[in-house]
């Protein structure tokens, strides 16, 4: 989205503006499935959050180096499939070394490859970006992969976190309405979101 | 077998209940319209797609002992058979559904992928898989509808605009699970 506005495309490395001003969760409404699923407790946030971190770093880093070879109309397949390689190191580790937090993740730690964040921070072809809530054409290098993965870190302890607290007093937080209440409300405050404001993301 | 079905739409909504298929593009899918249209789409690849990835894993990594491999193989195969089902859907349905496809398929992709790794992970037969997927996909489809509806009617809303957009079409989606959840109590 930057690089068509022509705004911004500096190559200097600033991994706070990924953490509060270009927030993966909170302004670029990336990843939002395990911002929910798999925030039931701060631990669980910021293992998901690690998880994920691993695998858009990895991913990075390989595909950029694969991306030459590879031609355009297999470019998204490459890039999954180096990606579901990664995700398969995550999962295996997690269940041989924290086999609770492995149950409590479940389904979510192979539903890493699908996370519309590792497409956008791993640099995946421009097609495959245009869905969900990704801003379109932009690749990001090492510096941003990091910066991306760990402000989608920080943000899944934090909604974790307010998780939480909050069923310590009201049970519901810890259920799925208050997964969705806490980061709507969570969004609401951190203000104007990148893009699926108004209209579908698809007008931008 | 019903349980698994009534469960698949109610008790264990994919969008209310497990967030999958949580996405801009999804959530704000924009019209009542569109959401039959791609309720309609996400059924056929849904089905597709526990299918093949089911007969996969019993027929080709189950008996080479590679299960593994199975977050890659259902990667790929979910690959294939939403490009092909968006493909035929771009060429009968033209006029809903053109210049969706890439689009719609993003967000959805976790739901897809996640309703057949869900049927390999607990175990399910051939019948039972079926029925889960499909009820998986009419739970889907109900969800993607009634949040289409009330993001219409939201839509000339008096509000503040920090909640306009996503932020709104969450809240709502707290409300719908938690009546999900007492309906199904």
Known sequence: ?204 | MFSVFLSAIFVNNLLLRQFLGVCPGTMLCGGVRKAIASGGVIFCIMMCNSTASWLFDRYVLLPLNAEHLQILFSVLILLTTTWSVEVLAAKLLPSVYAGEHFRLSYGTHCAVLGVALLNLRKGYGFAEMLVHSSGAAIGFSLALLLLAGIMERLRFAPGSERLKGMPQALVAAAVLSAVFHFVVL
């Open chain 1, 1 to 204: 989205m930057r690089a068509q506005h022509g705004e911004d495309l500096s190559p200097s490395f600033h991994p706070v503006r990924w953490i509060f001003r270009e927030n993966p969760v909170f302004r670029l409404l990336l990843g939002l499935c395990p911002a929910l699923g798999a925030t039931s407790t701060a631990m669980n946030g910021f293992a998901m959050g690690a998880a994920t971190a691993f695998v858009l770093l990895c991913t990075n880093a390989t595909f950029s180096l694969v991306k030459r070879l590879v031609p355009r109309t297999v470019g998204i397949a490459v890039f999954l499939v180096i990606a579901a390689a990664y995700v398969s190191i995550a999962d295996m580790t997690l269940k041989t070394f924290a086999p609770s937090i492995h149950r409590a993740l479940g389904i979510f730690i192979p539903l890493i490859v699908v996370n519309c964040l590792i497409l956008v921070g791993g640099g995946a072809p421009a097609s495959a970006c245009s869905g969900g809530g990704a801003p379109g054409a932009f690749s990001p290098s090492f510096a941003d992969a990091f910066g991306m993965g760990l402000g989608f870190l920080l943000s899944l302890v934090l909604i974790g976190a307010v998780r939480q607290i909050g069923s310590a007093y009201l049970p519901v937080f810890g259920m799925p309405p208050g997964a969705f209440l806490t980061l709507g409300l969570l969004l609401a405050a951190a203000g104007r979101s990148r893009n699926g404001k108004n209209e579908p993301s698809g007008k931008r």
